[in-house]
């Protein structure tokens, strides 16, 4: 009976609201954590040997650790660490941006927190799969993690959703300059710098002031089409596996798509899979019906990783 117990917990708590310490992810982490365990060196399962091989505080080390296995650059198997073939093709000595100086990376992990399925945080689904607005408050997003976590055996305090959430924030969000912070806390995360997600104001709520953010939903000509096509490939591969031909609709808002991931208008997506069509005609087509338009994928691709290099390469 326990053991039953315990599996319909673990069922019911579908996403994860802590582990990041509190802390977003930094510039410098992920190309750290890449070459310290490349190296063949373990910065993380004893946090004060991570502290030395990292030079971050205890505490970062395990948000390190945290973002690390959560954007895929990492993993444990048989007790070790590894480096990911994603990790390596990006992070590694001959990788594609060894210290994520390219925006292209930043679009790509991106697509890595938002298409995340093994025990995700919850604040990339309600963002990418829950919320249709471009706009929302800070406690329009609070109040659907409280409605999350209503439906789990062990309830979560709203501190801890608090905390989850402003993460989230200060993930995508830069930060305002403030008199008398520490240098360390100027540090923006990365994906700040898409500009994916702005804060743009405030309305009064019950409790005072609310901050207003708005999400970009006009065309991404920062993502090349190569990395469109990259992406593609990772979410067939993974949402709509042996299938053949899926609906236009399921890439332009089906959950996790490309379209809905980046808040592509439809127009964009549409013209990106024409086009697509067009210069790769081994590996798409694009069929118009009487009601709708269907996407055929004619040579099915399990391996990325030259996608992944062709993703880098000056877009045609």
Known sequence: MQKSSNNNEHQAERFSFSGHETFPLRV????????????????????R?????????????????????????????????QVTEFGESIFGTYGADPFLEDQRTIWLLHWRASTNTSRPFFAWHWLINMCHEPEFTFSEALKAFQAETDTYPRSLSETTLRQHLDVFLRTYVASESVAGRLPEDLLDSPLSSLGFIRKFGERRGDRGRDPLYSIDVQKKNSIPNELFRYCLHDWWNSFAGDDQTVLFSSIAFGRCSPGRVFRMPEAEVRDRLVLLAQNRPKEFTVLEGANQRVIQRLQPLSSLKLLLSEAYKRDA
């Open 49 to 81: 040997d991570g502290m030395r091989l990292l030079g971050l505080g205890k505490n970062m080390v395990m948000a390190l650790e945290c973002w690390s296995e959560y954007f895929g650059v990492i993993f444990r198997q048989d007790g070790c660490w």
């Open 28 to 47: 410098a982490w992920l190309p750290k954590a890449v070459s310290a365990v490349s190296q063949g060196k373990d910065p993380f399962t004893n946090p």
